[in-house]
């Protein structure tokens, strides 16, 4: 993921650059994230690390490593799915013993989304502390 954005602030070692949010950006969903906020005028403000010396006003390169973008990616979408289908699995087995498979597959399923999400949640909350998921600015420079 790339984004050029406009340097707004810097201060302790991390810096807010302003990227104007598109029409695709719009419809994605994915910027909800403790480093990213809106601002009014349709851009979005984002917690960056910088590479180099930028200053307010420098245009930024936003780069996020296909590491790291996939590994959010695995763990927004397919963790909770593989969480339902486990509680699904082991609800229906303990179902067929107890005599209603659908009815506890159904409850361990919800419950293991239930449980999922709300791991996510405390997750992103750590990673929002440390900057685990932080994008890297390189500064865009006239003669590059």
Known sequence: MREIGTVTGVSGGR?????KRTAACERCGKC???HITFS?????????IPVGD???????????????YLRL??????????GGGIG????????SVLGNAGLWGGVFAL????????WLHQYDKSAGKTGRYLPIARPIRDND
């Open 54 to 68: 930028v200053r307010p006003g420098d245009l930024v390169e936003l780069e996020m490593t296909g590491q790291d």
């Open 15 to 19: 810096i807010t650059v302003s990227v």
């Open 73 to 82: 990616s695995f763990l927004i979408y397919i963790l909770p799915l593989l």
């Open 32 to 34: 909800r994230h403790a």
């Open 88 to 95: 699904l699995g082991a609800g229906w087995l303990l179902g």
């Open 40 to 48: 009014d005028d349709n851009t979005l403000v984002v917690e960056a």
């Open 111 to 118: 419950g293991s989304l239930a449980v999922s999400f709300l």
